[in-house]
């Protein structure tokens, strides 16, 4: 089993940055994928940024050139450094461990991007 801890959510104006980590805790393995998805209202879960063990990196459109994701901590940490918000931007983001066909989510946390 995995367990993935968030932080780093919270309340900022349009064009400002957030940084949210997520630490993995239990049976993490090399080859896997971390990654963060996120959620608004109404809307259903995206993805936002993935990155492999190996340092491959795939990024949605809407968040290329604003959004870094990277990885740490013994392979067990994934960070997702978020620059020039928008408030389209504002919803609550899942950490995510894919290992082989086990896929594992953390409990989300909130963005919102707000004057």
């Known amino acids: 089993q995995v367990q993935l801890v968030e932080s780093g959510g919270g309340l900022v104006q349009p064009g400002g940055s957030l940084r949210l980590s997520c630490v993995a805790s239990?049976?993490?393995?090399?080859?896997?994928?971390m990654g963060w998805y996120r959620q608004a209202p109404g809307k259903e879960r995206e993805l936002v940024a993935t990155m492999t063990s190996g340092g491959y990196t795939n990024y949605a459109d809407f968040v290329k050139g604003r959004f870094t994701i990277s990885r740490g901590n013994y392979n067990r940490g994934v960070y997702l450094q978020m620059n020039s918000l928008k408030r389209e931007d504002t919803a609550v983001y899942y950490c995510n461990v894919r290992q082989g066909e086990d896929y594992y989510w953390g409990q989300g946390t909130q963005v919102t991007v707000s004057s």
């Open positions: 239990g049976s993490i393995f090399y080859g896997n994928i």
